[in-house]
């Protein structure tokens, strides 16, 4: 008989960007949640190192977004460089690197083992989830006739400390794989890795550059007769290139093992020439062949899931293998919490793999086309700048529709508004926007506000609630949430109004939207106003969503930051329909579309 020393609601194996993501999302949760990694300790060099917009919204909803920002550098143009009639490199053009819908900062970049620490140090500080490094599995075991029994341990998996050789027997109820490309735990289980490599090599380094390219500190992509060149600015006066190790002749076969770190600055340095060109302090360096690979399935019964590089790999030149990774695991961290916390329908678990299953297969499509632009030689400036823009679309996420599910209900499949909502659609993520607190004045922008605690928001655009007509729909509403949907742990009611913040007393509204209780008093935390604060200006939230003032409506957000249902504020028993669909076995699993529409692509 087996010697069970551990029993674990969650266990994660990988302690890399995604798996540490997993486990902050479980912060705060009394639930027994372990994470585990063969390395000693975070990273400390290398690897990637671009933030996209939508990933620090994640880090923004653990609490760490803002310290990370303080540490990164922000990117803000990008220059494209093309040799002119004799074969001299120019700068044919800047580019700001702004995506107008995000109206913030698109991309910062940070060292990964930074990253890592941030999230590492977030773990502690919480002390939810216990982090095990020098840590490996060895064996795994699943009870096929307990997959569907919610409170059973199906999986029993044995760990070995590399370090002592000593090993551990523990049962767990569900397991999540973050162990990168070469993942242990995909590979136990037979999954497929569907894809190929490429022919084409490239070196990358993290470098302190002494050199007279004048745009060494931006963003940069010289295309030249010599092979091509991306540059990144860094913090610490780091730079991290990508350099095309074939030269351009992208069916030119090279031995990554026989490319040191001087034949990447060689290549580098007559892809810039005539700038100069030499290597100052150098901390990471390496050679890769473009691998471009999905995973033929993302979980195994529904108790098993495979996360981040594990289920999908792909060039790093849009910057999205850290970025993708990290939306992956938000993804089905939230809801293993939500499904543990709440005892809801086990089928919230298989949206996982039918949503994010095919946003990996898009971005692989992506991939390919977007490496081809930055391998050609014949290529033209006017098609590179095309591919580029499109990139910087897609890159951010904010095209990402997740498909009608029992926690999409989108009855107007494929469209990107609502008719109460025209910049809102369900299945899409919610745009981050400014308001104010009306009890205290202080602005919090939404994603801040809205943390990562395993908790569903409704959010219910009142309109103006300083006049008699919309002050008295929302006491109606009160009266209404108190009888038919009480808030319970799962949930939160936050309103934002559209009156001045002056003209409104909170005190005034209904109890149920600023809740008592008996340790801690009022919340003075779950009212705001769409108006403008002191020191920050005004967030136009009505008109960012495209809510009218006058019908508002009801805003259901996953926990992930993504829209559930929108509905008007007098069909409030959607609301009910919704939540009730989470408690109760849905009659059709396989009626779910596994589509998922990205409106942005090359």
């Known amino acids: 008989m087996l010697n069970i020393t551990d029993s674990v609601d969650v266990l994660i194996i990988g302690a890399g960007p995604a798996g540490l993501t997993a486990a902050n999302c479980f912060n705060g949760t009394n639930l027994r949640v372990r994470i585990i990694d063969k390395k000693a300790g975070p990273v ?15 880090l923004d909803t653990f609490g760490i977004g803002d310290a990370i920002r303080n540490d990164c550098h922000r990117v803000e143009e990008i220059v494209l460089w093309d040799p002119d009639e004799n074969g001299v490199i120019t700068r044919t053009m800047t580019i700001p690197d702004r995506v107008e819908e995000l109206m913030k900062p698109r991309e910062v970049t940070l060292d990964q083992r930074r990253i890592e620490r941030f999230l590492c140090e977030n773990l502690e500080k919480h002390g939810s989830v216990e982090v095990g490094w020098n840590m490996q599995p060895v064996g795994l075991q699943v009870d096929i006739d307990l997959r569907d029994d919610p409170e059973a341990y199906p999986i029993i998996i044995t760990l070995e400390n590399n370090r002592t050789g000593t090993h551990e027997t523990i049962r767990a109820k569900y397991v999540v794989g973050c162990d990168g490309a ?35 500190r931006k963003v940069f992509v ?17 730079v991290r290139l990508y350099i095309s190790m074939d030269g351009g002749n992208r069916h030119t076969v090279i031995d990554a093992k026989a490319v040191s770190a001087e034949s990447i600055v060689d290549a580098a340095r007559a892809i810039l020439a005539p700038y100069t060109f030499e290597a100052g302090r150098l901390p990471w360096w390496s050679v890769y062949c473009v691998g471009q690979r999905v995973a033929d399935e993302f979980s195994r019964y529904d108790r098993i899931f495979l996360v981040g590089d594990a289920v999908h790999t792909h060039s790093p030149k849009a910057g999205q293998g850290m970025n993708t990774s990290i939306q992956d695991a938000y993804n089905i961290g939230w809801k293993l919490r939500y499904c543990l916390e709440q005892n809801c329908n086990r089928s919230l678990l298989s949206t996982y793999q039918n949503e994010r299953r095919p946003i990996a297969q898009a971005l692989i499509s992506f991939d390919r086309k977007y490496l081809e632009f930055f391998t050609r030689t014949d290529i033209t400036h006017d098609e590179f700048l095309t591919a580029y823009l499109a990139g910087q679309i897609f890159t951010t996420g904010i095209g990402i529709q997740y498909p009608a599910s029992l926690i999409v209900r989108n009855k107007r499949p494929q469209s990107t508004s609502h008719p109460l909502a025209a910049k809102l659609a369900q299945g899409m993520r919610l745009p981050d926007f400014q308001m104010v607190n009306q009890s205290d004045g202080v602005p919090i922008r939404a994603h801040h506000r809205f943390t990562c605690d395993g908790r569903f928001r409704i959010l219910v655009f009142a309109g103006n609630i300083s006049q008699e007509p919309s002050l008295s729909r929302h006491t109606q509403l009160g009266e209404w949430f108190t009888t038919q949907l009480p808030q319970t742990s799962g949930t939160e009611v936050v309103t934002i109004h559209s009156s001045k913040r002056v003209d409104v ?77 989470l408690k109760s076995k849905p009659t059709s699993v396989t009626a779910v579309s596994r589509e998922v529409e990205i409106r942005a692509s090359l």
Not at 44 to 58: F, T
Not at 198 to 216: A, E, Q
Not at 226 to 236: A, F, H, I, N, Q
Request: aromatic share 12%.
């Open 44 to 58: 400390e060099s290398g690897r990637a190192d671009g933030l996209k917009s939508i990933s620090i919204e994640v």
């Open 182 to 216: 070469h993942s242990w735990l995909r590979k136990y289980l037979n999954i497929g890795f569907v894809g190929d490599l490429t022919d084409s090599t490239w070196g990358v380094m993290d470098m302190v550059p002494k050199t007279n390219f004048p745009d060494i």
């Open 222 to 238: 010289v295309h030249s007769t010599r092979g091509t060149v991306m540059g990144l600015p860094r913090e610490s006066k780091l």
């Open 505 to 581: 007393e909170l005190m005034d509204l209904h109890p149920v939207f600023r809740p008592w209780d008996d340790d801690d008093g009022w919340n003075y935390w779950t009212v705001y106003a769409d108006d403008e604060s002191y020191h920050d200006g005004h967030g136009h939230v009505y008109d960012r969503c495209g809510i009218n003032e006058e019908e508002g409506c009801f805003v259901v957000l996953r926990p992930d930051g993504y829209i559930s249902v929108i509905c008007a504020l007098e069909k409030a028993s959607e609301l009910v329909k919704f939540f009730d669909g």
